[in-house]
């Protein structure tokens, strides 16, 4: 018999007979490493225990103790029994498709009788448990495409996924009666699956493009140790406690309905009132910092983007150029600084006009990929606390730094502490996307740079993150889901004045370039209150909670008259109260003004009414106290105007 080599991961090599498997090679280093292997790893391609190795490989025994690999295994292993069980249950049942990673497994399924759904969870569930216990075997062969095409033929979906495979012979798992196949490795035993979790069912083109048919997707995840399926259901606990889509809804804040329109945001009169005091708060905030807001149109003729060079660097974020049949194009602005730039060449501008600070809430479309949509966070449709400072050459630093300032202002306003600073630099490879000018990058790269080390700040540098037109600070945060994400941004840009030709008299009387500086404090309004959303937990502090004190009287007849007047000294000093004034017991009203988290819920009773008195009991608190009515009034004042978080 002919021989192979296998060479392991410290570079010593062995002999080997030719079809040995990884199984083999385990029992013949230990016989406890033979128990623990779960699977081997072939030149860095993961490979079932028994697959007889033909050739000279790099080799590694993967152990059910090793992380992502064993876990991929596991996980894998549990989609074949998930599948298996699933088709037993529901006879119809088509596969769509699959994948394992490190955040658990997946499984795409299509039946005419009907989707699965979540209560069917469990059912399938206690099947695939009865499968695990039989100790079921999965076996192993190998099959030859044609002889795989001919056995789906009658499955649109496992038909395509047939002829997408490159190789010629293809792994086969039957289980329990049930075909599969697509599976790198699986267990040869099934008793090491015992700690899993079906999670929940979701709607998934297939093969994520929207023109095709919509198919049911089932997440899972599964480990070897319960401890660790424990922890994991506790974390996907907290986020789900935590995603803004879910408060979203419960706090009826905001609607994203794909059927009129994937990534527009619908928001609700909740979610609009703490949009407009963050759009007030931040419109206030700037013209104190010597901004001047302005509005400028969202459609604009095509050339100024041809001029900026969006055109060129950044059409695919753009909606498509209207065609207005008369020889004018427009288009729908994916950023606002060539608006800008139109206010600012509006009038001759001489040095002593710089720092110009132009600003706006401005409203931009791009067309986002829309696997790449989620709720607030990333929209089609959005509206940028933008900023466009025009400076000197030698006002640059000075500006980054004032801008710096105001940010960190804000966010203590905001009670947000938990960011990073990152220096997005070009991909210099990538010409398609960054403006090509080596001498225009490196400068302005490194004075962006200098300026962070000048502030002794600590950051990160990421190549490729760039906009198309210069640099950026970026300050990123994460989101309940764990995705990095930027909230603010200050970009340097040495590239639009010069394409737009800006100019400005110096003190010398000749024409001066300008140095643009954009900037979002606050981001979009939609990634802001997405990220507020996630680090309240839905609890916006008084100042910012849509409804800020709920009254509710003991006794309808009796107390409404004193809840009307208590209501109306609220509203006179703009505090946002109302009187639950519906048919239903105190208890439940109570319960209901601290699930919609509203800071403030008094009661006021025959004591109240006659003592001037108001019961309050602040969200998130078990006990209420009384208080002199007018004082209340005072306090939640103070409350608001401090920004307060408690
Ligand atoms: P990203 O890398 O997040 O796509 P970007 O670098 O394209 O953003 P900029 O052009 O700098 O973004 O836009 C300014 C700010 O607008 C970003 O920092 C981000 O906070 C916000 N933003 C960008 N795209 C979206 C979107 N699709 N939905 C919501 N907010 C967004
Ligand atoms: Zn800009």
Redesign the pocket.
Known sequence: MSKIKLTFPDDSVKEFDEGTTTLDVAKSISTSLGKKAVAGKLNDTLVDLERPIKQDAKIEIVTAEDSEDAQKVLRNTAALVFAAAAKSFKEDLHFGEKQANDDGFYVDTDSKSGQISVDQLKEISALMNKIIKNNDKIERSMMDKNGLEAMFKDDPYKSSLVSAIESVQIPVYTLDGFVDFGYDAVLTNLKALKHFELLSVAGAYWQGKSSNPMLQRIYATAFYKEDALKADLKRRAEIKERDHRTIGRDLDLFFVDPEVGAGLPYWMPNGATIRRVIERYIIDKEVAWGYQHVYTPILMNLNAYKTSGHWEHYREDMFPPMDMGDGEMLELRP?NCPSHIQIYNHHNRSYRDLPLRIAELGMMH?Y?KSGALSGL????E?T?NDGHTFVALDQIQEEFKRTLQLMVEVYKDFDINDYTFRLSYRDPANTAKYFDDDEMWNKSQSMLKGAMDDLGLKYYEAEG?A?FYGP?L?VQTKTALGNE?????I?LDFMQPEKFQLTYVGADGQDHRPVMIHR?IV??M??FIAYLIEIYKGAFPTWLAPKQVRIIPVNQKLHSDYANEVLAELRAKNIRAEVDDRDEKMGYKIRDSQTMKIPYTIVVGDDETKNATVSVRKYGEEDSESENAKMFVDSVVADIANYSRK
Do not use: F
Not at 377 to 380: A, D, F, G, L, S
Not at 485 to 489: G, I, Q, V
């Open positions: 950023m791009r986002e966070q990333r929209v089609r959005m940028l993150e906009a950026k970026d994400e930027t909230l603010s941004t970009q979002g981001s979009t939609e990634r």
